[in-house]
């Protein structure tokens, strides 16, 4: 059960870390002067919107784009798992000796075992080779999370490097998943979370949650350090279990250290420990292989949280702060249906850049109070809007991205994967989309269309296409019930070809 008292640390971290370094902040208050103007504006009594510039938005797009793609999950985890043994060292750039010597000064500086080997150099040389566009990628990302992380394993006394595991159990995806049923940054099973206090229920999964599973995480390092009495094998211990270290070392006749027991190892916890020593390589020296990444628009250390009061939903906060959905989801990422519960003497808490956090606060009543409204409109919920059969086909253009598509359609990310059969967060230009809309946006909406009839009786006729739901958008103040009650039609299936009265007999 998550108490307040777990998030104390990193506030106490946030606090010391604006006191030492009030300039890294000023990055998100200073500038534009017609960025300072952005501000709330109350409309009646619950219709809440914070403005924002739409130019500054686009500029954002790139970056979320990258933030939200979790296909990086995927080819991480191959890369743990592949052959290094079949790349050749032929390329007469790379200076073996150099290479040792950083190894040397790196060893020197952890408590990792950081000793050259044959498979190491060859990882590195391949991560190099073959993955130097996605490690960019991870560093950018890694200027997110890190702050945070190093917070935590000081604080639990563990070494600040392995804050690089989380790289190659989820190539930092916070809602990464493994076909076993792991999830989030540290890839937590579902008993194994539970027994670090991490909560797992229909609305929360605190296995997603950056920060409870970085504690939790820490928390189980310790617990394997302490009974293996060395951070290599604790690593490998994480990925397979204790038990499969413990009888590789029986296997190899007790040896304990890594590389002698790497052998009698299961094949994926083989190359477990070398891609993280090759990660914590490639991130030590990224400034001498030209290794770049982005800054992220919104670093973790720049956002704040408040204690939910009332159920609301991550859709809500989003369209209210005139804010990306996909950016409110990926700071929350462990409200896995978007909707953050209120329950007594159960604090939830809800992310958000600190630019926004003061007008949330400000007008958190009427923010709830435009919720409730929402929430007790659908206790009925309108056929439009939970029927399978009203969908429609979403061509994808330039600039699009699943975050983005989601945000105007009124839905989930997941839900347009799971809808589209999609892996991943890859679209193209010009790819269909399948999107049941609980929303349509403006430039979507279609426009009245006259009738095309040589009589005045008002009949429409059917398109390949078409639906119940998006007829009903052609006509206004025409429903779905108005035209099944008209045409005498019991369920949604309609055909092309088919007449359908649009408008009430005299």
């Known amino acids: ?39 709330a504006e109350t409309v009646g009594a619950t219709e809440v919107v914070f403005k924002d510039l739409a130019h500054t938005r686009q500029i954002d797009s790139l970056w979320l784009a990258t933030l939200y793609d979790t296909s990086r999950y995927n080819e991480a985890q191959q890369a743990v798992q592949s052959p290094w043994d079949s790349i050749a060292l032929h390329d007469s750039l790379w200076s073996t000796a150099l290479f040792k010597e950083r190894l ?14 044959v498979s190491l150099e060859q990882i590195v040389r391949g991560y190099l080779k073959k993955r130097r566009t996605s490690m960019q990628r991870l560093i950018g990302l890694s200027h997110y999370y890190f702050p945070m992380f190093e917070a935590i394993l000081a604080q639990y006394g563990l070494p600040l490097e392995m804050k690089y595991l989380a790289i190659v159990e989820s190539a930092l995806a916070p809602t990464a998943t493994s076909p076993a049923g792991a999830r989030g940054l540290w890839q937590f099973m579902f008993q194994t979370g539970k027994s670090f206090g991490l909560e797992v229920n229909s609305y929360v999964d605190d296995r997603c949650d950056p920060l409870q599973s970085t504690i939790a995480a820490a928390k189980y390092l310790n617990k394997l350090h302490n009974s293996l ?76 949280t408040v204690r939910v009061k009332k159920m609301i939903s991550l859709e809500q906060v989003a369209r209210v702060s005139q804010a990306n959905l996909a950016e409110i989801e990926f700071l929350n990422p462990s409200y896995t249906l978007g909707l953050i519960p209120a329950v007594k003497d159960h604090p939830y808490y ?14 958190e009543d009427s923010i709830y109070a435009l919720a409730q409204q929402e929430f007790n409109q659908r206790e009925q919920p309108l056929p439009e809007l939970m029927n399978q059969n009203n969908r429609i086909r979403y061509r994808v253009r330039s600039g699009d991205y699943l975050g983005k598509i989601a945000e105007q359609f009124g839905v989930t990310v997941q839900k347009i994967k799971q809808w589209n059969s999609l892996k991943n967060n890859q679209i193209s230009i010009g790819q269909r989309l399948t999107i049941i809309p609980r929303r349509i946006p403006v430039d ?13 009786s008002g009949v429409y006729i059917v ?44």
Not at 444 to 456: G, H, L, R, V, Y
Not at 467 to 496: E, H, V
Request: with cysteine.
């Open 229 to 304: 009495d060395d951070w290599d094998l604790a690593l490998a211990a994480y990925n397979s279990g204790p038990g499969n270290v413990s009888k590789a070392i029986r296997r190899s006749g007790g040896r304990t250290n890594y590389w002698n027991i790497r052998s009698f190892l299961p094949r994926e916890t083989a190359g477990y420990v070398p891609a993280f020593l090759a990660t914590m390589y490639l991130f030590e020296y990224a400034q001498e292989y030209g290794l770049e990444g982005g800054r992220p628009k919104h670093p973790f250390i720049t956002t704040d």
């Open 444 to 456: 979507q909406k279609p426009t009245e269309q006259k009738i095309s009839t040589n009589n005045a």
């Open 350 to 363: 809800l992310r958000l850049p600190r630019d926004i956090m003061g007008s949330f606060v400000t007008h």
């Open 1 to 39: 059960m998550r108490q307040q008292t777990t998030i104390l640390p990193i506030q106490i971290f946030l606090g010391c870390f604006l006191a030492l370094s009030p300039a890294l902040f000023a990055q998100s208050t200073e500038g534009n002067p017609e960025e300072q103007k952005a501000a």
């Open 104 to 117: 040397a000064a790196l060893d020197a500086r952890t408590p990792f075992h950081v000793e050259y080997n």
């Open 463 to 506: 398109r390949p296409g078409d639906s119940l739901w998006s007829i009903a958008q052609k006509f206004p103040q025409i429903s779905i019930d108005d035209l099944k009650k008209w045409n005498g039609i019991s369920g949604n299936k309609i055909t092309p070809g088919m007449s359908l009265r649009v408008q009430k007999e005299s």
